[in-house]
């Protein structure tokens, strides 16, 4: 009889280990997949959050900067309609807005004076323009160039070009980015192509 107990008993004692060791290793194998599904949700939504980080870089209304191409993704305003027509160049955020009293028609990708070299006040375009100019003594030119300030001294005008009126693309790709003329500003060939054509003499020009 109390063989019979020992067997029993000893019997019980192995499933019950048995059973243990199955629910345990159900357990681990469950956490780990817990774990690893925890972990691609985290990665995908970090990778999510960068993707939409990098998107949100540039405003809905505006192209990727690119000095061939216009600033913005819709067409240039029509100044004749507007009341109070006015420009802010913006050194800080190397930009050029075309304003109709408080309100932005048109924003442009710019680029400005090194060393602050463009001069900040108020000023009104002046009658000096034309659709190319080379300068000797910096080694560059430029297209469409409207003058502001001394009488064709400071202009706004295309990304630089040489001689020939080739553009300088290592130049031209610092558009909208950082600082890079001698002292004019700097706009993409279809935004200062319009500049040329649209936007008159007298009109303020406010830079800071």
Request: hydrophobic share 30%.
């Amino acid at each position: 009889m109390k063989r019979t107990l020992r067997i029993v008993l000893l019997v019980v004692v192995m499933v019950l280990v048995v059973f243990s060791a199955h629910h345990l290793l159900h357990f681990s194998a469950k956490q780990e997949t817990t774990e690893q599904s925890s972990q691609k949700s985290s990665t995908g939504s970090s990778q999510k959050k960068t993707s939409t980080s990098s998107d949100d870089t540039t405003p809905s209304y505006m192209n990727k900067i690119n000095w061939r191409k216009s600033s913005e993704n819709k067409p240039y305003p029509d100044l004749n309609k507007l009341s109070n027509v006015w420009i802010h160049v913006s050194i800080a955020n190397q930009r050029v807005y075309i304003k109709d009293g408080n309100k932005t028609v048109y924003t442009m990708y710019a680029s400005t004076g090194i060393h602050n070299s463009t001069p900040r006040g108020t000023f009104h375009i002046q009658a000096e323009r034309g659709d190319f100019f080379y300068n000797q003594s910096s080694g560059e030119g430029a297209h469409y160039w409207v003058s502001f300030k001394d009488h064709g001294v400071y202009l706004f005008h295309t990304v630089p070009t040489d001689q020939y009126g080739k553009y300088n693309v290592k130049e031209a790709d610092q558009l909208g980015r950082t600082a890079k003329s001698h002292g004019c500003v700097r706009l993409s060939v279809p935004d200062a192509k319009w500049f040329y054509n649209h936007v008159k003499e007298g009109t303020k020009v406010v830079i800071n």
